[in-house]
């Protein structure tokens, strides 16, 4: 087992040897055309095998919707990507669809955060591209219709809403997904001049963050009726992550100085507590809220959002020493695992479901240093994620990044982020202007201008 474990510290150590011989190499077009023709070999499985409903079964060719009714979530999450790719007869084509199709006036118990991210953030995005008015016009709808998961007696949301009914449930919420809300909120106060959604949003932010511990840490559950935390682990991962990336998010969308002052607070002690120097490596781990004390020496796929946090943030050299850390562990199976222990070594989740976060970083380093480095780096993961994930009908999750193992999964995100950030860093500069969008948490870019 040791000698495994030196023999995969080795092969990580010659791939970043690798990557630095390697700089002068990449060509951007050719990787760009490869992403946009990959692009569309998953969107055509989805369109051949799932469409009209919600997410593609890659391996059994087939489809999986997450409610009894299907919300279109690949077609919503992927229409801003065809519109970046330069795909216009497509993303014409599905827009009109959307629009044909897409009626929220459904019995259904949704996920607020997962409807907020994929189709608010989705339509939003996509009527700021496009100027088309039913975009908003659903995204307005479908806005109203997630209201009442606000009205509990702190106004922290409830996690699921009907969205015919508005009945609430699932008291038990995460940071996650109460404070992951005012970037889609807020931008659709400022289109539609209704400024409740962003009152809602806002106060749910702020109230996540007034519950943070006294040494500055939020934890894992909450309860929004009682305030009560029921799990006091603290890290930037699952179930926390996005909460972090909107303080930041929303004071550069929104100008709101709260948001920066949450957001310059928190990071103090999450530096403090989570962040992890091993051997010369930044890693961050998790520790309790209360008592600040180191709990789990873990890291995976959803955290490698944090360095293009770091970056946007204007830390940039933490920023880089977490991405090289992030890199280092996709490095040990030629894919990274969703949790991976940066002290032992091990893999302590194996699975892959074609997350986005990694490259997403990749690309904000690369446009805040320009240094190919990042070209590098991305190709790599690039050409790892082709290798491992692509089917003939699209691309599929691995059940293990060891075995290689796929399932029957590809979840709308892939459409929305990962070959949208995959793209982004091939393509040439002017294709969307960075310094001028935020991103929501599923990659759809807000511009910072309001008609
Ligand atoms: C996406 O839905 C979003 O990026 C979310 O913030 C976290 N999980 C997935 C991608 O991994």
Request: hydrophobic residues 40%; proline residues 4%; aromatic residues 12%.
């Amino acid at each position: 087992m040791k000698r495994l474990f030196i023999l995969l510290i080795a092969a990580a150590i010659l791939n970043l040897g690798a990557l630095s011989q390697s700089f002068a190499k990449i060509d951007r077009k050719a990787a760009a055309e490869s992403v946009k023709a990959e692009f569309l070999h998953a969107w055509n499985g989805y369109k051949k095998h799932a469409w009209g409903n919600d997410d593609l079964k890659p391996l059994s060719k087939s489809h999986h919707n997450w409610y009894a009714e299907p919300l279109l979530m690949s077609p919503v999450d992927g229409l801003d990507t065809m519109y970046i790719m330069g795909l216009r007869q497509e993303a014409d084509a599905t827009r009109e669809y959307v629009k044909k199709t897409l009626n929220f006036d459904k019995d259904l118990s949704v996920q607020k955060f997962e409807i907020v991210i994929r189709l608010l953030g989705g339509l939003l995005s996509s009527y700021q591209i496009t100027g088309d008015k039913e975009l908003l016009k659903l995204a307005d709808d479908l806005g109203r219709r997630l209201l009442p998961a606000f009205e509990s007696p702190t106004g922290l949301p409830y996690k699921h809403v009907n969205l015919r009914t508005g009945k609430v449930s699932t008291p038990i919420s995460n940071p996650a997904e109460t404070g992951t809300l005012l970037i889609e909120f807020g931008t659709l106060s400022k289109l539609t001049g209704k400024p409740i959604y962003y009152e809602k949003a806002k106060r749910a932010l702020v109230e996540t963050y007034k519950r943070r511990s006294p040494i500055g840490l939020v934890g894992t559950r909450i309860n929004v009726e009682t305030r009560q935390w029921t799990n006091t682990g603290s890290h930037v991962s699952a179930e926390i992550d996005s909460y972090y990336e909107y303080l930041f998010k929303c004071w550069k969308l929104f100008g709101d100085k709260q948001c920066k002052a949450m957001w310059d607070d928190s990071i103090i002690a999450i530096n403090k507590y989570l962040a992890d120097d091993v051997n010369g490596e930044l890693w961050y781990g998790h520790a309790d809220m209360v008592t600040g004390k180191r709990t789990e020496t873990t890291w995976g796929a959803l955290d490698a959002f944090f360095p293009a946090i770091l970056a946007l943030s204007g830390d940039l050299d933490r920023a880089k020493r977490l991405q090289d850390s992030s890199f280092k562990m996709w490095n040990f199976h030629g894919i990274e695992p969703e949790v991976y222990n940066y002290k032992t070594g091990q893999v302590e989740h194996a699975g892959y479901p074609l997350r986005p976060e990694i490259v997403e970083s990749t690309h904000y380093l690369y446009q805040y240093t320009k240094d190919p480095k990042y070209l590098a780096m991305g190709k790599k993961l690039w050409d790892d994620f082709v290798k491992h994930c692509r089917t003939d009908a699209g691309y599929a999750h691995l059940k293990s990044v060891v075995t290689k193992e796929k399932n029957d999964a590809m979840q709308s995100f892939v459409l929305a982020e990962t070959f949208k950030y995959f793209y982004l860093l091939f393509a040439p500069d002017k294709t969307l202007d960075f310094r001028n969008v935020v991103f929501n948490t599923e990659a759809h870019p807000i511009k910072r201008t309001w008609e």
